[in-house]
């Protein structure tokens, strides 16, 4: 198992920045595939940003190209989604997963086998 515990997010203004973060415990970080998705009441759970194993591959949504930088640091355990020139279309629910598998696509949540609790992040116009 997998124990996924986000933080970080909160209200802010648009153009502002927020970071949130993914602690993980219960299987060796290096060998986790991790991802953020976000979630909007009544639409679905999207694809924001993931990273292999290493961090040696990132791959983002469209809509956050430029804008959001994802991290990890296997030292610490922890994931990061450095989030800039933030939109209202931002806000949303966000949610931190782990896979232990090497293959997949890494935009489908599909591949991924533990989620977090998630985070809400709100941007105000």
């Known amino acids: 198992q997998v124990q996924l515990v986000e933080s970080g997010g909160g209200m802010v203004q648009a153009g502002g920045p927020l970071r949130l973060s993914c602690a993980a415990s219960g299987r060796t970080f290096s060998r986790l595939a991790m991802s953020w998705f976000r979630q909007d009441p009544g639409k679905e759970r999207e694809f924001v940003a993931a990273t292999s194993q290493s961090g040696s591959n990132t791959y983002y949504a469209d809509s956050v190209k430029g804008r959001f930088t994802l991290s990890r640091d296997n030292a610490e355990k922890t994931l990061y989604l450095q989030m800039n020139s933030l939109k209202p279309e931002d806000t949303a629910v966000y949610y931190c997963?782990?896979?232990?598998?090497?293959?997949?696509?890494?935009?489908?949540?599909?591949?991924?086998?533990?989620w977090g609790q998630g985070t809400q992040v709100t941007v105000s116009s």
């Open positions: 997963a782990a896979s232990t598998g090497y293959s997949g696509n890494p935009y489908s949540r599909l591949r991924y086998d533990f």
